[in-house]
């Protein structure tokens, strides 16, 4: 009991030491009479001597910078100045003429498997005076911005590089990301546009495709299995949304070199509504080669991963695909 009070008071002493004590101590002795071993006689009166302690510490302190400003060659004074950024403008839209950018938005095209894509920006300082840089930062935790140590100042007249590494792994289609710049003189938003290839299979002879169709027509859920699992499920795995839909179902349906029974979606003559995306997705069709997905039927897919589909597809699927066709 007494002793965890010792340790109790021991860190709040160590506590109220000031931060700059390794700047102060050769100079000013702490004062003495500081009680190290508890006593409850006497507490409330260390308590009263540790103020005081911390109160001639400090004005030690004080004085030391004063007794600095009269010799040039104090320890404190000699290091280079401190400088300190003005933040005041840093959410403001940056002006002109102060930043001259090599683009505002860049493009990159990756295979589906690069799993990354990179970007370099490059800026002159264009402005009669130093700017400094206080902040880049990435609207995704998806991107890393790779950067000097803040604040990164830029004289008048110098260039600034940086490099952005964007984490698209499991991501196909047209990505767009963004980018805050903050400095001195204002901020300025960039932009990254990344298309990400859809994966490439590898390419089946006729025999082999001839061979699959006859497997699927004995058992449309074939598919889910065997050799067949390299191109019809492992692409989708973890998958949701549109890059799912890529992976197992137009790998099928928006194949140019898909079979005449293979309907093609973007022209279904059936209404289409959530419950007709869904039981198609999870169910197929017997007899047909039209798989059944969902895993209670023996296919690869949970229901959030179905249920993702079936949102994508019925948010319009057909209107889209028109706008890109
Ligand atoms: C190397 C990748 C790959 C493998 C392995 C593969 N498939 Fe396919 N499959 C495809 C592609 C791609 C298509 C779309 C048509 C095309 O482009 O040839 C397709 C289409 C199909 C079709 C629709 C009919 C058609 O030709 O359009 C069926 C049915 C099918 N596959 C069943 C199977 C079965 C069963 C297996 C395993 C025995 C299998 N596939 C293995 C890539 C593959
Ligand atoms: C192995 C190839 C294959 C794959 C993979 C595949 N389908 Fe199909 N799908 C077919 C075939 C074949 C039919 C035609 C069924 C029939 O004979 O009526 C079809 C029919 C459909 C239909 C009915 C279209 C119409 O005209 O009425 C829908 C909807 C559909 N598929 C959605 C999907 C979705 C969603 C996925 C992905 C989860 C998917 N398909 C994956 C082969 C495939």
Redesign the pocket.
């Known amino acids: 009991m007494l002793e965890s009070a010792r340790i109790l008071l021991e860190a709040a002493r160590r506590g109220a030491q000031p931060g700059r004590d390794g700047l102060i101590k050769s100079r000013c002795r702490r004062p003495s009479g500081e009680a190290r071993s508890f006593n409850p006689a006497i507490s409330a009166l260390s308590r009263q001597a540790r103020w005081w302690g911390l109160i001639a510490v400090m004005l030690c302190g004080v004085g030391t910078l004063f007794a600095g400003a009269n010799t040039p060659t104090n320890a404190i004074m000699a290091g280079p100045a401190v400088y300190v950024p003005d933040t005041v403008h840093q959410n403001d839209a940056m002006p002109d003429g102060v930043f001259a950018w090599d683009g505002l938005m860049k493009d990159a095209t990756v295979a589906a498997d690069a799993g990354i894509a990179n970007f370099s920006f490059s800026f002159t300082n264009v402005s009669p005076g130093q700017v400094a840089v206080l902040d880049v930062h990435p609207s995704c935790g998806c991107t890393t911005a790779h950067v000097p140590t803040m604040p990164w100042i830029i004289p008048a007249g110098g260039v600034g590089q940086f490099g952005l590494t964007v984490n698209v792994a499991g991501r196909t289609g047209e990505l767009i990301k963004t980018v805050t710049v903050r400095t001195e003189k204002g901020m300025k938003q960039l932009y990254l546009k990344i298309h990400v290839l859809p994966p490439v ?4 002879s006729d025999a ?2 001839e ?3 006859q ?2 027509r004995a058992d449309r859920q ?2 889910f299995r ?3 699992v ?3 499920v492992k692409p989708g795995q973890g998958k949701y949304g549109k890059p799912l839909y890529d992976a197992d179902c137009g ?2 349906h928006d ?5 005449s ?2 309907p093609d979606l973007h022209h279904v003559k059936a209404q289409t509504n959530v419950e007709y995306w869904r039981t198609w997705t999870a169910h197929g069709k017997a007899g047909s ?1 039209m798989p059944a997905f969902a895993t209670s039927d023996g296919g690869p897919l949970s229901d959030i991963q179905i249920s993702s589909l079936v949102q994508y597809l019925a948010a319009g699927y057909q209107s889209q695909s028109a706008e890109n066709k």
């Open positions: 299979l590898p390419r089946q082999d495709r061979h699959a169709v497997v699927a074939a598919i065997g050799d067949c390299s191109c019809h790998i099928c194949s140019h070199l898909r079979a029974f293979v080669l």
